[in-house]
């Protein structure tokens, strides 16, 4: 099994950076994948790491340690449109997971001017 | 392309009624998945599916029923409806292909569903 943690809710000033962390234990890790949710919309895909070290995709950057079981979202140069819930998930490893993921509660970031 | 969508939006129905969820894609997707999310716990795994034909539980699988009879069609029923379904059902479809980089799932709009 899995079990993924992050922390509830977070909040910031425009303009400023914010670094969301996730812990998860798994039996198997095959990738982690961080999405975003705006209040009553479906999650969208922001990045993936399956290897230990930084990916960075403009204002947004993920990075990954495998042995430590640990994960960061970093956004910068925080914008009000960036309110929304973060969610961090884990893909299992394995020929019966079938893709299947393993999501966190969520971090709510609220930007504020 | 449309993605991912999700018939009805919005629904309210009283206890021990049925009803079935509608899910379409047209990314020709062979994995396809329903969660449900409440407050403060996240997106449970309902069922999956990892192609035409082929269904699987999830991790909360209890009062729920899907069928995938077309590749691009994934349907969630509940047989008698319990206050405790109350929640938003997310539908969402990955591709299989190796050469994919990411795999990443793509989820429809939600359906509301609301059992009094």
């Known amino acids: 099994g899995q079990n993924i943690d992050q922390p509830t809710e977070m909040t910031a000033t425009e303009g400023a950076i914010v670094q969301i962390n996730c812990t998860y234990q798994t039996s198997g890790f095959n990738g982690l994948f961080w999405y975003q949710q705006h209040a009553g919309e479906a999650p969208t895909f922001l990045s993936y790491?399956?290897?230990?070290g930084l990916e960075e995709k403009g204002r947004f950057s993920s990075f990954l340690s495998r042995s430590k079981g640990y994960s960061y979202l970093l956004l910068k140069e925080l914008q009000m449109k960036d309110s929304a819930s973060y969610l961090c998930?884990?893909?299992?490893?394995?020929?019966?997971?079938?893709?299947?993921?393993?999501f966190g509660a969520g971090t709510q970031v609220v930007v504020t001017p | 392309n449309a993605g991912v969508t999700q018939t009805p939006k919005f629904r309210v129905l009283k206890t021990g009624q049925s009803m079935t969820l509608l899910c379409a894609q047209d990314m020709n997707h062979e994995y396809m998945y329903w969660y449900r999310q409440d407050p403060g716990m996240g997106l449970r795994l309902i069922h999956y599916s990892v192609g035409e034909g082929t269904t699987a539980k999830g991790e909360v699988p209890d009062g729920y029923n899907v069928s995938r009879l077309k590749k691009q069609n994934f349907l969630l029923g509940l047989e008698s409806a319990a206050p405790s379904q109350t929640s938003v059902y997310f539908c969402a479809s990955a591709s299989d292909e190796a050469g994919t980089l990411y795999n990443e799932q793509f989820f429809g709009p939600g359906t509301r569903l609301t059992v009094l």
């Open positions: 790491n399956v290897l230990d």
């Open positions: 998930a884990v893909r299992a490893l394995g020929t019966d997971s079938w893709g299947k993921l393993q």
